[in-house]
């Protein structure tokens, strides 16, 4: 494949994260380096099927590498998942000459590359994009410090508020299937309580948290709840709590979609760089349905069956950490 390899593709697919146009930009400036044509595609899967593509160079992805979201776009395609859509995507790509397909996204995405590259046998390489760091077989995703940043600060503004009326805040961040954004966030933004997937939440353990901090005077609570949490609804637990809190002042905010937006931090946009160029470099080497990743500061590689296969765990000493200075 070394030696064949001329013209490669890339999308961008799923939720976009903060960091995809620097992986964009990595992909095409190494592809340019070593001579090889790139296509990008519009809209994820659905810009494959459908033939919607763009030439890029090195001047298409001039001053992106600071730009949040995607400049490729992304979508969810449904005509994907079916035999015939798929056929479709790989009759374009054929059309078009591409020999190699690069995925940027998050499982969903990866599940969608592994089947391509599976029934027609054409190379593909994942990049891990996802705000929720929740790609097994690598440290970080692109996306997470970004977002894990925008969290904090976010929490920080609400401080600002909650310390001025003695205010009891449950503030739910993004993380459906996920804690990675909760626990991070709410140990650097001194959460009193951290409300995650992972782990089931005793309603009156919280509670009798939240009671030892009204008695040592604390003038503010935060409670971060990341949004899959197994109680459910962030206003139906506020109300639950006020119940047994009732001279607490308890009010909900919830981040949403501003978690996915802003310039991508330096973190992200490194490992985006990193990221991009080596999957590149994957594809020239011959290997398939493997994804890039991060490991102890290196860069790795690992099977895309197991990257959408296997679940990465909470570092259990991290949640440790969390209920000590959470006091």
Do not use: W
Not at 113 to 136: C, K, M, Q, R, W
Not at 139 to 150: M, P, R, V
Not at 155 to 181: P, Y
Not at 194 to 201: D, F, G, K, N
């Amino acid at each position: 494949m070394g030696n064949t390899l001329k013209h490669i593709g890339v999308l961008t697919s799923g939720g976009d994260a903060p960091g995809m146009n620097a992986a964009i930009r990595a992909v095409v400036r190494t592809c340019a380096y070593h001579n090889l044509d790139v296509t990008g595609f519009y809209e994820g899967y659905q810009g494959v099927i459908e033939g919607n593509t763009v030439k890029l160079d090195t001047q298409s992805v001039s001053n992106i590498v600071n730009r949040g979201g995607t400049m490729l776009r992304s979508a969810r395609c449904q005509e994907f998942r079916t035999p015939e859509g798929r056929q479709k995507a790989y009759n374009n790509l054929k059309e078009l000459g591409i020999d190699g397909l690069v995925v940027i996204g998050g499982d969903g995405s990866f599940t969608g590359a592994s089947l391509l590259s599976t029934e027609f046998e054409i190379p593909v390489i994942g990049i891990p994009g996802t705000i929720d760091n929740d790609i097994y077989g690598t440290d970080f995703t692109i996306g997470f410090d970004t977002a894990l940043n925008t969290v904090v600060d976010a929490v920080d503004r609400v401080r600002d508020t909650a310390s001025s009326h003695n205010r009891l805040f449950f503030i739910e961040c993004m993380g459906r299937d996920s804690g990675f954004i909760a626990l991070n966030a709410g140990i650097a933004a001194g959460a009193s309580g951290i409300l995650i997937p992972e782990e089931s939440t005793d309603l009156n353990d919280l509670v009798e948290k939240l009671k030892k901090s009204r008695e040592s005077n604390k003038t503010s609570n935060i409670v971060l709840v990341a949004e899959g949490e197994k109680r459910g609804d962030t206003f139906q637990l506020a109300e639950e709590t006020q119940k047994h809190l009732p001279n607490y002042d308890i009010r909900v905010s919830v981040l949403g979609h501003l978690q996915r937006g802003g310039n991508p931090s330096c973190a992200d946009r490194v490992l985006a760089t990193r990221l991009g160029v080596a999957s590149v470099e994957q594809l020239m080497a011959g290997n398939s349905s493997i994804m890039v990743g991060i490991h102890n500061g290196s860069v790795c590689t690992v099977s895309i069956h197991d990257a959408i296969s296997r679940k990465p765990g909470l570092d259990r000493n991290l949640m440790h950490i969390a209920e000590i200075v959470s006091l």
